[in-house]
Nanobody
Framework: QVQLVESGGGLVQAGGSLRLSCAASGSIFSINAMGWYRQAPGKQRELVATIPNGSVTNYADSVKGRFTISRDNAKNTVYLQMNSLKPEETAVYYC?????????????????WGQGTQVTVSS
């Protein structure tokens, strides 16, 4: 089994900062891309940022220059540093990772999602 566990969400005032973390654990052989998505009430889930297995990063246009995604491969963890937060960015933030399970678990590659962490930005 594989699990993604997010942490770091909470309530912050507009203009403030939060740092999200997502740790993958379980029968992992390798992790390819990792990323963050968010879903606001009544809206579809949208991409925030992704980081493939390397130094390349991708961001939604709306967060460029304010959010930074990074990963620690030794800890199977991805981070999202969010600065200058806006009220419209209130949402549940989800971690995503493309993981290949261990040979004992069939060496299956698939996408996994965390349970989500609430980020609320007050005006």
């Amino acid at each position: 089994q594989v699990q993604l566990v997010e942490s770091g969400g909470g309530l912050v005032q507009a203009g403030g900062s939060l740092r999200l973390s997502c740790a993958a654990s379980g029968s992992i052989f390798s992790i390819n891309a990792m990323g963050w998505y968010r879903q606001a009430p009544g809206k579809q889930r949208e991409l925030v940022a992704t980081i493939p297995n390397g130094s390349v990063t991708n961001y939604a246009d709306s967060v460029k220059g304010r959010f930074t995604i990074s990963r620690d491969n030794a800890k199977n963890t991805v981070y999202l540093q969010m600065n200058s937060l806006k009220p419209e960015e209130t949402a549940v933030y989800y971690c995503n990772a493309r993981i290949t399970t261990s040979p004992a678990m069939g060496s299956i590659m698939r996408n996994y999602w965390g349970q989500g962490t609430q980020v609320t930005v007050s005006s």
